[in-house]
Structure formats: structure tokens, C-alpha cells
């Protein structure tokens, strides 16, 4: 999770520069990596319910 949070603060950084472009950039990084901590949290969640479920 610490990679959303450190790509977060890179699109504020980019949104007070005022470059439009690497705001841009830089938001898509922050989607990505939120994308993928919520496919981690899944997988966790998913494995914790079969470990429990045996």
C-alpha cells in the first residue's frame, strides 16, 4: 500500500506544479497502483476465507 500513498502524494505534487500533463501522468500511476492493492487485498481476503473455511 505504501506505493499508493508514495504515488499520491506525486499527483498532488503535480496538481500544485500546475502541469496539466504530468498531473495527468501522474494520476494514472495513483490509479494503477490503487488497482493493484485492491487485487492484493482480494487475494488476502480470499485466502484468510479458505484457510478458514478448512
Known amino acids: ?3 499508493f500513498w508514495s504515488a499520491a502524494r506525486r499527483f ?7 502541469d496539466p500533463a504530468r498531473a ?7 490509479n494503477g497502483c ?3 492493492a485492491r487485487r492484493s487485498r482480494y487475494a488476502f ?3 484468510v476465507q479458505r484457510a478458514m473455511a478448512s
Open 1 to 3: 500500500m505504501n506505493g
Open 12 to 18: 498532488h505534487e503535480a496538481v500544485c506544479s500546475g
Open 24 to 30: 495527468e501522468e501522474r494520476r494514472e500511476l495513483m
Open 34 to 36: 490503487r488497482v493493484e
Open 45 to 47: 481476503v480470499e485466502a
